[in-house]
Each structure stands twice: as C-alpha cells, then as structure tokens.
C-alpha cells in the first residue's frame, strides 16, 4: 500500500464517524480537501487533525438529530424522552408492590400512613421520598431511590414542559453528586444508583437532542411504549424477586416467563424498525457504564475513593456535557414558548 | 434574520465566499490568508461550519468539479448570506469606530 493510499484509507475510516447520510454527500468532497491539505510523505492523519474530525462528526449528528435530518433517530429520541422517566416511575411501582406482597398488603389507609406491620417499615418500603428526607435526613436516597423525582419527570415531559424537564434532569444527578461526594460516600459499587444517576443524564440529552419532537403524551408510539412498559414490568418484577404471592408456584418457571417476555420484547423491538432499534441501543446507555463500573468496584484491592469517584460520575458528566453541546444548536423560540399547548408535529405521532 | 454577532471563522468564511465562490480546500487557504496565519480552519471544523451555514441559508452549493480524480464542490454566498455579512460588517464598523474615537480623547487626555 503507497504513503497516499494508506492516508487516504485512514481517513476514510475517520469519516465513518459522520452521519451515512452526510457520508454519502460530502465523503469524496472533505476527503479531497483532507489530501490536499496533508503534508507530503504524511502516512497517517496528524492527531489534531483525527480529533478535529471525530469532534465535527460529533457535532454534525447532534445537528442532523436536532434539525430532524435523521428521521430514525429523532422518532428514537422522541420515544425515549417519553417513556424513560414513566419506565423509571414503572420500575420503582414494581419495587412497592413487591414490598408490599412481602410485608402484606394492608388498607389503603394503612399504605398512607405507613402504619401496617412494623410501624413505617411500609412506608420505607415504598420507598416514599420525604420518609428517608424527614427521618433519616438521606437526601441521596430521597434524590434516586424513591419515586418522587421520577414521577415530576414523567408529569413534565407528558404535560410537554420539555425544557423544564431537561434542567430538572440535571438538576437531580448533580444534586445526589454534589450530596454524596461532600458528605464523604463513595459512588462506586452503587449500581442501582449509577443507572438511575445515568438515566436522569440520557433524559436531559435526549430532551435537548429532538427539540421538535411532539410534546407531551401526543410524542408516545403506543406498540414500542406499550412493549416497553411490557419489558420494564417483566425486569422489575424480575429484579425485585417477585411478587410475592406469584412466588408460591415454581420460581424457576416464574422467572424463566419474565426473561422470556424480555427477550421476546427486545428481540421484537430489534427486528421492528430502525427507529426501534435504536430506542433499544439508547435503553442501554444508562446500564452499560453502571455494570462496567459495578465491575470496577469488585477489584480487589478496591480503587482509591477519589479514581472510584471520579469513574461513577464521568458517565454522567459526560451525558450532561453532550446536552450542553445542544444548547447552542437548539432552534430560537419566544419567551414563555416552554408551554404543553403546542401542537404535534406531523408525521411523528 | 439571527442578529448575533458572527464567529470569527463563520465571519472569515462568508468573507472568503463574498467575491467569488470557492471549493473547501480555497476556502481554507483564503482565510489563512485573510487573517495572517491567524485561523487556520481544518477539514472537519471548515464543513461543520459549512453545514450550519447552508442550513440557515447564508450559503449554498454552487458546482461541482472533478480535478485530478477528486470532486470539488464549489459554494457561494447566497442573498441572505450578503445580507448578513455587510450587517456584520456595518456591526464591527460601528464599533471600532467607537472604540478608535474613545481611543483619541483617550490619547488627548493623556496629553493633557
């Protein structure tokens, strides 16, 4: 292979990184500027300038996402702003009834004021926010572990308050942050944690990402929701043993039922569209780094505080950083614009 | 029409487009030009601003070549891009002239 053709295939690898549909626009046209520009006998790209186009690429997808360019990817976006935070509100339900079939359920009364069993163990169970604010001053816990930042993040993205949302999205995460690190905890090795930490940054991002995407509920695709909400129900009430009753007959067909309506759902969502299959790629996002870094918190000798710090929050640093690349490329509306009543637009609903 | 202030390399791209169109790899040689060696736009930053500035109209494509098995695609500045330029240019104008105005009493003042 020639100095030049070796140069050239090595650019040709740094424009994969560009959108395909961009690629097969502008590819032979940036390429020609890339060899011209190139110093003779260079073999390989220079390292700015291999950062410079990765960045650009970067930059041109969040573009392409947010002008709507990429029709597969804004009806993905759209979808996951929508169902994450009633998937997140779905899966912390599961937990409560799961609680509740292991302590009983009592009165709907009793539920209110947690007076069944153990007096406020039910309470706790729930997981109720101001429980572990009030009583044992936990605000990390109030912040993740609870319902109740959950469920203002499902009204405000299915009333259409976007933008309200997206802050509300990063207020949260950085609250636990800011919470925990100064009180001295350590992030790494909280898993359930991490993934709800990185599920508040995909929220913010995606938000940002589709900024006409259609508002409030009018935004949900009811056969990739009503799968999703199927799989969520599936893996919480997988993760959480199991509602309790449901537990009598064999656990080994129970749970093999749940992971079979898991796999079915995703493999469905897979095959369904390209739109699905990425609202399937962005559904990992928040539990890929989280298993990695709960994989991390199992080295022994355990990480230093500050590095095991430092790896539980870059995810969500960086989910946040990507949405504060938007803000710049978000479309100009009027003041007060942030409000429910705008219509759907055609074609995504 | 955006009334922010334009980016100096957006400022020197519809610049380097204002006379006559041009290709990517002209584009870059004429603002390193333009500017001393001071912006030297590379490949991947030149067609992101590109693809901004021919979203919002101020730019579009205008032919295409093919020169020594290469294609170059030549882009020039559209009306609106016109329109936008000289408003950026009225903008620094004003400025400066305030600024140079304020930088003579300054000198005066100091005589004095």
Redesign the interface.
């Known amino acids: 292979m020639t100095t030049a053709s070796g140069l050239e295939g090595a650019y040709r690898r740094l424009l994969r990184w560009y959108p395909p549909v961009y690629r097969d626009r502008h590819e032979e046209e940036i390429l020609g500027v890339l060899m011209a520009a190139a110093e003779p006998g260079r073999s390989q790209p220079a390292v700015r300038e291999s950062l410079d186009l990765l960045w650009s690429a970067l930059k041109i997808r969040i573009r392409m996402t947010v002008r709507g360019d990429s029709q597969p990817w804004a009806i993905a976006f759209a979808q996951i702003g929508m169902l994450l935070p009633v998937l997140m509100v779905v899966l912390k339900l599961i937990g409560y009834l799961e609680r509740g079939g292991w302590y009983g359920f009592g009165t709907p009364a009793d539920a209110l004021i947690g007076a069944y069993g153990d007096p406020g163990r039910y309470v706790e169970s729930f997981q109720l926010n101001a429980y572990w604010y009030a009583v044992d001053g936990n605000i990390t816990q109030a912040l993740t572990q609870g319902p109740g930042p959950a469920l203002i993040l499902a009204a405000l993205v299915l009333t259409g308050w976007r933008r309200t949302a997206a802050v509300f999205a990063v207020v949260v995460p950085l609250a636990y942050l800011g919470v925990s690190l100064s009180a001295g905890y350590t992030l790494l090795g909280g898993a359930n944690s991490d993934v709800t930490l990185y599920a508040y940054g995909l929220e913010a991002l995606v938000l940002l990402v589709a900024p006409d995407a259609p508002r409030g509920w009018r935004a949900l695709r009811w056969r990739p929701g009503a799968l999703l909400i199927t799989a969520a129900v599936a893996f919480g009430v997988a993760i959480n043993g199991g509602i309790r009753p449901l537990l009598h007959s064999s656990w080994l067909l129970y749970t093999g039922t749940l992971v079979a309506v898991i796999v079915a759902v995703l493999v469905i969502m897979l095959v369904s569209s390209p739109a699905n299959r990425r609202v399937v790629a962005l559904l990992a996002v928040p539990f890929i780094p989280a298993a990695v870094i709960y994989l991390c918190s199992l080295i022994n000798p355990p990480l230093p505080g500050p590095i095991g710090d430092t790896l539980a929050a870059a995810p969500l640093l960086l989910l946040i950083l990507l949405a504060a690349m938007t803000l710049p490329l978000l479309p100009r509306r009027p003041a007060g614009s942030d409000a429910p009543s705008r219509p759907a637009a055609p074609g995504n609903a | 029409m ?1 009334d922010r202030p334009l980016h100096e390399p957006t400022f020197l791209l519809l610049t380097a487009l204002a006379e006559r169109p041009q ?3 002209g584009i ?1 040689g004429d603002v390193e030009r333009m500017s001393s060696g001071r912006v030297r736009l ?7 601003a590109l ?2 500035v021919v ?1 919002e109209g101020l730019v579009e494509a205008d032919r295409e070549e093919v020169v020594d098995g ?4 030549y882009y020039r500045l559209t009306p609106r891009g016109g329109d936008r330029l000289a408003a950026e240019v009225e903008r620094l104008q004003h400025n400066a002239a305030i600024a140079a105005k304020r930088l003579g009493r300054r000198a005066i003042g100091g005589l004095t």
């Open positions: 955006s290709h990517g790899y870059i590379r490949a991947g930053t030149l067609y992101a693809d901004r979203a290469r294609l170059r695609r």
